[in-house]
């Protein structure tokens, strides 16, 4: 089974940026779909941005549209998550996911292979 793994994250102030990236080991991801969701303390792990990587469609939470953009590289073995004009409650901890039906669809329980996570803190 591919594993996936996330770096970028850190500590940032209000209104800063950063690059989440999520590698899959071996040469590629196993799904097409890959998500990125989020899981702040004491609250559930919520859909953050998604994308097809044959053909680059993407989908947005709602809170993040405008802000965050999800893309991959070429060899389609890295999907990025490009966060800009952070805001405090976008503080949590980052994963990303392969869907295992190969939806552009927000639910947790499609998605699979899921990261360690990466620490994204925002400070006001």
């Known amino acids: 089974q591919v594993q996936l793994a996330e770096s970028g994250g850190g500590l940032v102030q209000a209104g800063g940026s950063l690059r989440l990236s999520c590698a899959a080991s071996g040469r590629t991801f196993s799904s097409d779909v890959v998500g990125w969701f989020r899981q702040a303390p004491g609250k559930e792990r919520e859909f953050v941005a998604a994308v097809r990587r044959s053909g680059g469609i993407t989908r947005y939470a709602d809170s993040v549209k405008g802000r965050f953009t999800i893309s991959r590289n070429n060899a389609g073995n890295t999907v990025y998550l490009q966060m800009n004009n952070l805001k405090p409650e976008d503080t949590a901890v980052y994963y990303c996911?392969?869907?295992?039906?190969?939806?552009?669809?927000?639910?947790?329980?499609?998605?699979?292979?899921w990261g360690q996570g990466t620490q994204v803190t925002v400070s006001s």
């Open positions: 996911a392969g869907n295992l039906l190969n939806l552009l669809d927000t639910v947790v329980g499609h998605y699979g292979s």
